[in-house]
């Protein structure tokens, strides 16, 4: 299997909503990232987990709350998003924080 | 502070011909390159990396060269087919970033049949 699935595909959600975006997989890979893309910028990198510990928050706001459950799952919980939050939310995982990143297909959030 | 620059947003080839997209860096602690594909709403796809003990790196229609010296890497893609029209990001991991992808604004490439 390799492969980074990430559900839902899609989300719409209001500003006083909590919602989860969940990521897996079965690579035995031992460390899971969560980006953001806007249209036509690069990912930018939110927080990194390596061996199911965050290593990595890249200053993110408290409104996004990353979760690692096992190595093979990885959460990110939303609440009181902003508009601006809208955007493609990515998730990755390598074997190593050293080695090349897969990336899952990503969920199109949109924060009414 | 671009730490990763990919100078040219769009490129246009023919079917057939090769297609060269660029990418320069500036920070020395950089020690592992790779190249993405990313068709719209949809994630990266991983085509190629380098390490900075090479300089080039093939993988039958992509290689990538890696010029230390200059700071610069390259992604040939020979031949070119239409299905390549992507967008193209060169990224770099290495010194104190471990864990982290700096990543090029990206290139368009269109291939035309």
């Known amino acids: 299997d390799t492969e980074v699935t990430q559900t839902p595909k899609h989300l719409v959600m209001g500003m006083t909503n909590k919602k989860s975006l969940k990521c897996e997989q079965h690579?035995?890979?031992?460390?899971m990232y969560w980006y953001k893309q806007k249209a036509k910028k690069p990912p930018e990198l939110m927080f990194v987990y390596s061996y199911e510990k965050l290593s990595i928050n890249e200053s993110v706001p408290s409104r996004f709350s990353p979760e690692c459950p096992n190595s093979s799952l990885l959460n990110l919980h939303l609440h009181a998003l902003q508009p601006e939050d809208s955007a493609l939310y990515l998730c990755?995982?390598?074997?190593?924080?050293?080695?090349?990143?897969?990336f899952g297909p990503g969920t199109r959030l949109t924060v009414l | 502070d671009q730490q990763v620059k990919q100078n040219s947003p769009s490129l246009s080839v023919q079917e057939g011909r090769i297609s060269i997209l660029n990418c320069d860096y500036t920070n020395s602690m950089f020690d592992y390159f790779l190249w993405y594909k990313k068709y719209p709403a949809e994630g990266p796809t991983f085509l190629i990396s380098i390490s900075s003990i090479k300089d080039k790196n093939e993988d039958g229609r992509f290689t990538v060269f890696l010029n230390k010296s200059a700071k610069h890497l390259s992604l040939h893609i020979v031949p070119s087919q239409p299905g390549d029209s992507a967008v193209y990001f060169c990224a770099a991991i290495g010194g104190t970033s471990y864990g982290k992808l700096t990543f090029g604004q990206g290139t368009i490439l269109t291939v035309h049949p």
């Open positions: 690579m035995g890979h031992r460390a």
């Open positions: 990755a995982s390598s074997q190593s924080s050293q080695h090349e990143q897969f």
